[in-house]
């Protein structure tokens, strides 16, 4: 379709246009600059004082003890120690199930049960971080006490299987979309030298994916590192290297422990510097799934490259020959695996649900929140002024963004790759991290302050990498003839644009409108230094407030509130109501749309 | 079918509008006609700031605005003029400071309701906190406040071992002491521990039926054996001011509530140590 825009090329309203969708795209380039360079600048104070070789291999962190030089305060080695035990221990656990769910629901669900599935999956991902915390606090660690008779359950045991409950969509739904992609006469052809349907599932089909399975492990160790508000309701936080039932502390976790009542002078900086040092793990991670997907592609007879088709997957009467093998144990492994993470799954829900119920009332819903009394309304108004702003703004630079990539960009330029890779990063920031960058950057340097604006700022980064790829993604699925119909009756580029390519991409952006709400309705670590936490009526966008979320963790940290463990709940089942809605939501549109485009 | 699509279009751009004028409306109006009062500091002076807070708003038309994080920030927050008054669990030293103490708070020692131990010695508290030594052989593992916490400073201040030597000062903690920051998570990690063999440290008046309170070498931790001196784990609440600034005649009259009779009534109800 570039050979059509040569014909106009001159025309400068369109170079105009083109010179700001590309702008709009190069801004996650500049985002992500601007994470390293403010959170380095800010945690320079602490380098220097600390000395870099002290603070990262330092034992000790004792940040407020008196008899203590400067530089044997801050030592992060265990926490370091503490964020790659976990965070191994997690991407294993949660990769096996991850990937034996997969295998489930792309060979062995029956089909009628699948959307139900893929939905249990989605649902998993969209839970609210600190609702698993909660849970595993609430839930996990008594059993736990009980069943090893062990003093407390902080520790490895109860953090390394709540993160790995949370991997599970992560790496699921990209191991699920390779396998997927596995040509089907791979399949077909297994089975025609006579292999059971096991055997070519676990010796063809799942080898042939292994990259995009390499790809969704490391994927999981971006979050598993990053991984904030869960993690610190479990591992403790102790002074100790990382132990089965001993309390210990990761990166992330120190950081929303302590900003709180951390002084200007080094503590702070020195969060902010294990801040600046989890970052430098994240683009490392990243730099390594940049090179696992360049050599993504499948090797294999082109001509005969089909991909797997819902029709074509009911075809497991070949494959009833037991034969006792080993792949026969993993088949029913897979299936007893993705039976647990169902159940799991439904437990928490209901669990949360059930417990949440009875602390729901009038009263605690909409009534009048202040020193008295504490209620979610405010919380339930700055919710909603987060989602309008950091929409408004992320939504014009995202899908311009998008247009760029689609309709402008020459695909496989180094300038496309160049952004691409940026998104991806900006994409894989944990969300503490941002929450470090908006209280530095939006909060001090911007002097915007901790209020609702600067958590709306905040998050519009957050979800921007998000509305940008779904957005992409319709673009990119609007055939190109009506493109040329449009030129063909005389239509310029960008009148193309907007009257013909985006109204057909509609269903995209509102896909990614309703994933960017869920994104920030569940969204805590990032918002609670930025946007405070505190439970009066936000006046103006210049008042702290907290969101739902953050009203969770509000309640487990403030003093003096009653009741508090019921109304965390209580804000937990509205939360998990909200994720399912949403998810509804989703489907809803998808169906709809897809009803239209048959039409 | 285009002109649908135009439809379509032409709403969302004029409900992206209408949200965004919400907004701006949301941003500009919202300037309330009540005297506000922005009081900042101290996590554990703030339970009972919001107690006499919504006492006063009952009666005064003024808005209290209470905002929580530490001591040093609302120390330096009333220097710097950002807030009404700061709030401060513990002494403080300012010259251009001025400090009224508003009460006074007994840090206590908590345990499980199951268990069976009630008293202990700073000693015992210091040793299980530094070496995981167990208190009476039951007692095997604790709860701590994170670095920087007002509750944490005061504990770390008064604990000491036989030497003399203050649990501040130590550069680690024996490997059976999780952290938690906030009171609430102290009282959750305590009283969700069946095994009933964990202790933690909080304000006494956070304390609930939730947990018990432990005797300090015989001593209970009530209001009267702080205010007697006999509990030895004991520290301020003050509120301060920039004295340059003075206060505004809102502020002043809520002080005089505070120290008013009436003001110290709630605050003996809400658990802390009144200074009459």
């Given at each position: 379709m570039t050979t059509f825009v040569k014909l106009k090329d001159k025309m400068t309203k369109e170079n105009v246009a083109r010179a700001i969708f590309a702008a709009f795209a190069a801004f996650s380039i500049l985002a992500v600059f601007a994470i390293v360079f403010f959170l380095l600048y800010k945690s320079f104070p602490a380098f220097r004082q600390i000395g870099f070789f002290n603070f990262l291999?330092?034992?000790?962190?004792?940040?407020?003890?008196?008899?203590?030089d400067v530089p044997d305060r801050f030592g992060i080695l265990p926490m370091i120690a503490g964020s790659v035990v976990l965070t191994l221990t997690s991407v294993s656990l949660g990769g096996v199930l991850a990937i034996f769910t997969a295998v489930f629901i792309v060979y062995y669900c029956p089909k009628k049960i699948k959307p139900v599935f893929n939905q249990l999956v989605n649902l998993l991902a969209g839970i609210p971080s600190i609702v698993y915390g909660y849970f595993g606090l609430t839930f996990l660690m008594p059993l736990l006490v009980q069943l090893?008779?062990?003093?407390?359950?902080?520790?490895l045991v109860s953090s390394t299987v709540i993160l790995s409950i949370m991997l599970v969509p992560t790496i699921a739904s990209i191991t699920k979309n390779s396998l997927e992609s596995v040509p089907m006469n791979y399949y077909e052809g297994a089975l025609a030298l006579g292999c059971t349907k096991n055997q070519t599932v676990f010796k063809v089909c799942l080898p042939a994916a292994k990259n995009g399975i390499l790809a969704a492990m490391i994927l999981g160790v971006g979050r598993a590192v990053g991984e904030t508000m869960a993690v610190q309701f479990l591992?403790?936080?102790?002074?100790?290297?990382?132990?089965?039932?001993l309390p210990f502390r990761t990166m992330t976790s120190s950081i929303v422990l302590e900003m709180g009542y951390?002084?200007?002078?080094l503590h702070k900086p020195a969060l902010i510097a294990i801040g600046f040092i989890l970052l430098l793990f994240i683009l490392a991670i990243n730099l390594c799934l940049a090179a696992v997907k360049r050599n993504n592609s499948i090797s294999g007879n082109k001509l005969f490259n089909r991909k797997i088709r819902e029709s074509e997957?009911?075809?497991?009467?070949?494959?009833?020959?037991?034969?006792?093998s080993l792949q026969d144990v993993l088949w029913i492994l897979s299936c007893a695996v993705s039976l647990l993470v169902a159940l799991s799954l439904l437990f928490i829900v209901f669990f949360v649900l059930i417990k949440g119920v009875s602390g729901l009332d009038f009263n605690f819903l909409f009534g009048k929140s202040g020193n008295a009394q504490v209620t979610l309304a405010p919380a339930f108004l700055s919710t909603g002024m987060v989602i309008l702003l950091s929409l408004a703004i992320s939504l014009p630079l995202g899908i311009g963004a998008a247009i760029f990539l689609s309709e402008y960009a020459k695909k496989g330029s180094r300038f496309v790759k160049t952004i691409n890779l940026f998104i991806d990063t900006l994409s894989g920031v944990p969300s503490v991290v941002f929450g470090l960058f908006g209280m530095v950057f939006f909060g001090n340097i911007l002097h915007i302050g901790i209020n609702l604006l600067n958590g709306s700022l905040t998050l519009s980064l957050i979800v921007l990498p998000t509305i940008i790829r779904s957005t992409e993604q319709s673009l990119t699925e609007v055939p190109d003839s009506m493109r040329e119909a449009s030129y063909a009756l005389g239509a310029s580029k960008v009148r193309t644009i907007f009257k013909v390519v985006l109204p057909q991409a509609l269903s995209g952006m509102i896909t990614s409108v309703i994933l960017s709400v869920g994104r920030i309705v569940s969204e805590s670590a990032a918002l609670i230094y930025t946007a405070g936490a505190v439970a009066y009526m936000p006046q103006s966008y210049l008042s702290r407030g907290a969101t739902l979320s953050v009203m969770m963790w509000f309640f487990n940290s403030?003093?003096?509130?009653?009741?508090a463990p019921s109304k965390c709940f209580a804000t937990a089942a509205i939360l998990i109501v909200l994720v399912l809605i949403l998810n509804i939501l989703v489907t809803v549109v998808e169906k709809y749309f897809r009803k239209r485009s048959n039409k | 079918m285009n002109k649908t699509k135009n439809k379509k279009v032409t709403a969302i751009v004029l409900s992206a509008a209408m949200l965004a004028t919400l907004g701006s409306t949301a941003l500009l109006g919202g300037c309330s006609k009540t005297a506000e009062i922005n009081i900042s500091g101290s996590s554990s002076v703030s339970p009972l700031m919001l107690n006499l807070a919504a006492e006063y708003e009952k009666t005064h038309d003024v808005s209290i605005i209470v905002t929580t994080s530490d001591s040093s920030t609302g120390i330096t927050e009333a220097k710097e003029g950002k807030n009404d008054l700061g709030m401060a669990s513990k002494a403080v030293s300012d010259d251009a400071l001025t400090t009224v103490q508003i009460a006074t708070d007994g840090v206590a020692i908590i345990a499980n309701?199951?268990?069976?131990?009630t008293d202990v010695t700073p000693e015992e508290v210091y040793e299980l906190y530094a070496?995981?030594?167990?208190i009476q052989g039951k007692i095997v593992a604790a709860v701590s406040r994170e670095a920087g916490s007002g509750t944490y400073d005061a504990f770390g201040d008064l604990i000491k071992n036989a030497e003399g030597?203050?649990?501040?000062?130590?550069s680690a903690f024996a490997s059976c002491v999780s952290v938690q920051n906030a009171t609430l998570s102290v009282k959750t990690a305590i009283s969700s521990?069946?095994?009933?063999n964990t202790i933690g440290y909080i304000s006494m008046?956070?304390?609930?039926?939730?947990v018990k309170a432990l005797m300090v070498k015989g001593v209970a931790a009530t209001a009267e054996n702080v205010k007697n001196g006999t509990y030895s784990l004991s520290r301020p609440f003050n509120v301060v001011y920039n004295t340059e600034k003075g206060l505004s005649p809102e502020v002043k009259a809520f002080l005089d509530f505070i120290l008013s009779d009436a003001g110290q009534k709630i605050v003996s109800e809400s658990g802390y140590v009144d200074v009459k």
């Amino acid at each position: 379709m570039t050979t059509f825009v040569k014909l106009k090329d001159k025309m400068t309203k369109e170079n105009v246009a083109r010179a700001i969708f590309a702008a709009f795209a190069a801004f996650s380039i500049l985002a992500v600059f601007a994470i390293v360079f403010f959170l380095l600048y800010k945690s320079f104070p602490a380098f220097r004082q600390i000395g870099f070789f002290n603070f990262l291999f330092g034992g000790t962190w004792s940040p407020t003890n008196p008899s203590l030089d400067v530089p044997d305060r801050f030592g992060i080695l265990p926490m370091i120690a503490g964020s790659v035990v976990l965070t191994l221990t997690s991407v294993s656990l949660g990769g096996v199930l991850a990937i034996f769910t997969a295998v489930f629901i792309v060979y062995y669900c029956p089909k009628k049960i699948k959307p139900v599935f893929n939905q249990l999956v989605n649902l998993l991902a969209g839970i609210p971080s600190i609702v698993y915390g909660y849970f595993g606090l609430t839930f996990l660690m008594p059993l736990l006490v009980q069943l090893f008779h062990v003093p407390q359950a902080y520790g490895l045991v109860s953090s390394t299987v709540i993160l790995s409950i949370m991997l599970v969509p992560t790496i699921a739904s990209i191991t699920k979309n390779s396998l997927e992609s596995v040509p089907m006469n791979y399949y077909e052809g297994a089975l025609a030298l006579g292999c059971t349907k096991n055997q070519t599932v676990f010796k063809v089909c799942l080898p042939a994916a292994k990259n995009g399975i390499l790809a969704a492990m490391i994927l999981g160790v971006g979050r598993a590192v990053g991984e904030t508000m869960a993690v610190q309701f479990l591992v403790g936080s102790g002074d100790n290297y990382p132990g089965l039932f001993l309390p210990f502390r990761t990166m992330t976790s120190s950081i929303v422990l302590e900003m709180g009542y951390a002084d200007e002078i080094l503590h702070k900086p020195a969060l902010i510097a294990i801040g600046f040092i989890l970052l430098l793990f994240i683009l490392a991670i990243n730099l390594c799934l940049a090179a696992v997907k360049r050599n993504n592609s499948i090797s294999g007879n082109k001509l005969f490259n089909r991909k797997i088709r819902e029709s074509e997957n009911a075809v497991s009467h070949y494959s009833w020959h037991k034969t006792g093998s080993l792949q026969d144990v993993l088949w029913i492994l897979s299936c007893a695996v993705s039976l647990l993470v169902a159940l799991s799954l439904l437990f928490i829900v209901f669990f949360v649900l059930i417990k949440g119920v009875s602390g729901l009332d009038f009263n605690f819903l909409f009534g009048k929140s202040g020193n008295a009394q504490v209620t979610l309304a405010p919380a339930f108004l700055s919710t909603g002024m987060v989602i309008l702003l950091s929409l408004a703004i992320s939504l014009p630079l995202g899908i311009g963004a998008a247009i760029f990539l689609s309709e402008y960009a020459k695909k496989g330029s180094r300038f496309v790759k160049t952004i691409n890779l940026f998104i991806d990063t900006l994409s894989g920031v944990p969300s503490v991290v941002f929450g470090l960058f908006g209280m530095v950057f939006f909060g001090n340097i911007l002097h915007i302050g901790i209020n609702l604006l600067n958590g709306s700022l905040t998050l519009s980064l957050i979800v921007l990498p998000t509305i940008i790829r779904s957005t992409e993604q319709s673009l990119t699925e609007v055939p190109d003839s009506m493109r040329e119909a449009s030129y063909a009756l005389g239509a310029s580029k960008v009148r193309t644009i907007f009257k013909v390519v985006l109204p057909q991409a509609l269903s995209g952006m509102i896909t990614s409108v309703i994933l960017s709400v869920g994104r920030i309705v569940s969204e805590s670590a990032a918002l609670i230094y930025t946007a405070g936490a505190v439970a009066y009526m936000p006046q103006s966008y210049l008042s702290r407030g907290a969101t739902l979320s953050v009203m969770m963790w509000f309640f487990n940290s403030a003093d003096g509130i009653e009741n508090a463990p019921s109304k965390c709940f209580a804000t937990a089942a509205i939360l998990i109501v909200l994720v399912l809605i949403l998810n509804i939501l989703v489907t809803v549109v998808e169906k709809y749309f897809r009803k239209r485009s048959n039409k | 079918m285009n002109k649908t699509k135009n439809k379509k279009v032409t709403a969302i751009v004029l409900s992206a509008a209408m949200l965004a004028t919400l907004g701006s409306t949301a941003l500009l109006g919202g300037c309330s006609k009540t005297a506000e009062i922005n009081i900042s500091g101290s996590s554990s002076v703030s339970p009972l700031m919001l107690n006499l807070a919504a006492e006063y708003e009952k009666t005064h038309d003024v808005s209290i605005i209470v905002t929580t994080s530490d001591s040093s920030t609302g120390i330096t927050e009333a220097k710097e003029g950002k807030n009404d008054l700061g709030m401060a669990s513990k002494a403080v030293s300012d010259d251009a400071l001025t400090t009224v103490q508003i009460a006074t708070d007994g840090v206590a020692i908590i345990a499980n309701n199951a268990c069976e131990i009630t008293d202990v010695t700073p000693e015992e508290v210091y040793e299980l906190y530094a070496n995981g030594t167990p208190i009476q052989g039951k007692i095997v593992a604790a709860v701590s406040r994170e670095a920087g916490s007002g509750t944490y400073d005061a504990f770390g201040d008064l604990i000491k071992n036989a030497e003399g030597k203050k649990l501040k000062s130590l550069s680690a903690f024996a490997s059976c002491v999780s952290v938690q920051n906030a009171t609430l998570s102290v009282k959750t990690a305590i009283s969700s521990n069946t095994a009933a063999n964990t202790i933690g440290y909080i304000s006494m008046g956070s304390i609930d039926d939730t947990v018990k309170a432990l005797m300090v070498k015989g001593v209970a931790a009530t209001a009267e054996n702080v205010k007697n001196g006999t509990y030895s784990l004991s520290r301020p609440f003050n509120v301060v001011y920039n004295t340059e600034k003075g206060l505004s005649p809102e502020v002043k009259a809520f002080l005089d509530f505070i120290l008013s009779d009436a003001g110290q009534k709630i605050v003996s109800e809400s658990g802390y140590v009144d200074v009459k």
